[in-house]
């Protein structure tokens, strides 16, 4: 399945997309220096948030989509040189509003969940 949003995003910095279905959408984090917000080497959680934001819009797969709420958790602290694999379903949907569920996994274990509200606009938001 093609993607067909956020074609333009940088990929080093929200991750790449591994897997797309109707649905449903696989990102992977890979994370560097550029992320590092300390002498440890822990990853800011803007970065991870990012991924997690990709991949739900990715699991929409709309080109105007948007997101309008989230919660999430930060359940494991991210270091420089992980690789965070995001997986995002979506679990509710009506009409232009979904409810996109994401699961971030590093390490063989959970490091961060959301819930993602999106919209899908008739047109670019920007546009008007």
């Given amino acids: ?21 109707k649905g449903y959408a696989k990102v992977q984090l890979k994370t560097d220096a550029k992320m590092v917000a300390d002498e440890e080497g822990l990853i800011h959680g803007g970065f991870i948030f990012g991924a997690a934001d990709f991949a739900a819009m990715c699991a929409v797969n709309e080109p105007n989509v948007v997101l309008t709420g989230s919660s999430c958790r930060f359940i494991a ?19 232009a509003k979904a ?30």
């Avoid at 694999?85 to 009409?95: L, S």
């Avoid at 999106?118 to 546009?127: D, G, I, Q, Y």
């Fill in 77 to 95: 602290p991210s270091a420089k040189g992980d690789v965070i694999d995001f997986e995002a379903t979506i679990v509710e949907q009506e009409g």
């Fill in 1 to 21: 399945m093609p993607q067909n949003t956020h074609l333009k995003i940088n990929t080093k910095l929200c991750g790449e997309v591994l897997e797309l279905a």
């Fill in 99 to 128: 409810v996109v569920e994401v699961v971030g996994h590093c390490h063989g274990r959970d490091v961060f969940t959301a819930s993602f509200k999106t919209f899908v606009t008739n047109e670019h938001v920007l546009k008007g």
